[in-house]
């Protein structure tokens, strides 16, 4: 079973910048397509960037612009989403996952990380 554990989130004024970062057990990001998914209070869990294995992105259009999704191809377990120009409407748990739909993941979620963007 693979497993993922999301970091680098915390507490941002609005128009700042966070690097998040997951790392997946087994040797997968560079295989699988990985995306990174967030969950605001009271809203479904949503899919707002993911990358292939040719390091083709896709994004939200709330994310686009602002978010990069990357890949460490050296490291082969780890893909970051580079957050700049944040707004209070990105605070939300941002989870990390091999998107099988806009909403859900191939694997088990791991425990995600806290953003929160407030003055």
């Known amino acids: 079973q693979v497993q993922l554990v999301e970091s680098g989130g915390g507490l941002v004024q609005p128009g700042g910048s966070l690097r998040l970062s997951c790392a997946a057990s087994g040797n997968i990001v560079g295989i699988f397509p990985m995306g990174w998914y967030r969950q605001a209070p009271g809203k479904q869990r949503e899919l707002v960037a993911r990358i292939n294995s040719l390091d083709s992105t896709n994004y939200v259009d709330s994310a686009k612009g602002r978010f990069t999704i990357s890949r460490d191809n050296a490291n082969k377990n780890t893909v970051y989403l580079q957050m700049n120009s944040l707004k209070p409407e990105d605070t939300a748990v941002y989870y990390c996952?091999?998107?099988?739909?806009?909403?859900?993941?191939?694997?088990?979620w791991g425990q995600g990380t806290q953003v929160t963007v407030s003055s």
């Open positions: 996952n091999s998107p099988k739909s806009d909403y859900s993941g191939l694997w088990k």
